[in-house]
């Protein structure tokens, strides 16, 4: 690699110049003639390494060049840099050792994406980047099983919600130790807020709204070292929610009444500096203000994970948002969750799949969770209680499959529940077309406590709904042929470190017999 970034560019006086002009520049500099000729002031993998979306050939790796990570540029000059991918079926790289190398480019924040094939599957690999002398912390993942096997067992977790300010990631320390294959995370992986007095911990600055700043946040994040734990340890599949950009936006719109032309403008910043973070394959990659993240992931014969993005294409929330009784608009058959192309996507991934489960990874609860017990109802606007007809149509499109019943894995809400998916929410008769496991949050909300007088309401106010647990954690979920088993992992507190982790509940759902059971 002879061609790195300055090595045929500026003679080495004008580029120290340039340095000192830019500030805070990192490079510093170029050993003309040679390979591995950019040198760093300071370590750049300060933001650790990651994989994602595990295929039976391959995944994403990634990870981003910033020594000074808190900084807009990251501590980087605005130019090319070479970096050296390697993946190998051990930890010291020593069995069937693949290499590459990719450029990590200043308008990607210097972050590299890398889509690895030719893998082996359901493996574990280690892998790890280089830059210049300097070497990455190695991880390690794992490929999916092939297409046409029925594993006796798949293991993963899935988590949301993790706000700096109000945890810590203790959570996810125990996570990265669980034996399991990957994490899904379905959103809120940053807050978009700006700093709060009398915190575990503290954002900087104001609310984000730049490109810099919604970096800036995701490298304050991503320094954290059980979130680094947890990448480093699993591939995870991604989705987002409203954090990534303003609480409960909905498509083009924000809370604010902000002209859509300007919001959007926001978006394409935060969906950019998403995109620059997280393990995604280069389909991801932002169009501006649109970025395709909805995609299907397979494991085997067992079962086909279907990740939503529930954000990007909704309707504005109907009366209002907030939580309210219901208005007529809340009913509304035009209005939409998922946007029309994503719910086509999803009704013909549903249809023609020939996995045993169908898992449904989505944002905000399907479940009907009405907040009062007793003649009068109020429900969140911004949930699928919100936008009825949506979800009618959805429950068709999982009733289709019975016997075997979906399974929905949801975030958003900061605390657990489960239950069972009815045409009719409440009518026994109506028959359980699905099952929903609602995670609660990794940080948001601090420690929280076993029950809670709003949580004790919603078992009162909704038959359907068999379980609520306000702490802090994470589901690990156990599939086989036969069963699904969702355990319910909880930290005792997160406004300081070291909680030990328990499981506080278990469910399974039995193939062919669509219900919840108490394990
Ligand atoms: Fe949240
Ligand atoms: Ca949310």
Redesign the pocket.
Known sequence: MADLNFARGPDRREFLTRCAALGGATLVGVKRGRGRSVRFRAYPFTLGVASGDPAPQGLVLWTRLAPEPLTPSGGMLPQNVTVRWEIAQDERFSRGLLRGDVTAVPSLAHAVHVEVNGLQPDREYWYRFIAGDESSPAGRTRTAPLGTDLPEALRFAFA??Q?YEQGFFTALRHLAAEDIRFVVHL??YI?ESGATPDRPRRHEGDEIMTLDEYRQRYALYKLDADLQAAHAALPWIVTW???EVDNNYAGDRDENGTPPPEFLRRRAAAYQAYYEHMPVRRGARPDGPNARLYRRLRFGRLLDLHVLDGRQYRTDQPCGDGRKPRCADAFDARATLLGRAQEAWLEQGLGQSNARWNAIANQVPLSQIDNEPGENASYSMDRWDGYVAARSRLLQRLRARRPNPPIVIT????FSLAGELRPEFGNPASPVVGVEFIGT?LS?GGDGQDMADFGQRFLDANPDLRFFNNQRGYVRCVVTPREWQADYRVVDFVTRPGSPITTRASFTVLDGRPGLQRA
């Not at 975030?411 to 900061?414: A, C």
């Open positions: 949301s919600c706000h959103g809120d807050y929610d409203d954090h975030g958003d809400t900061h949050s948001s």
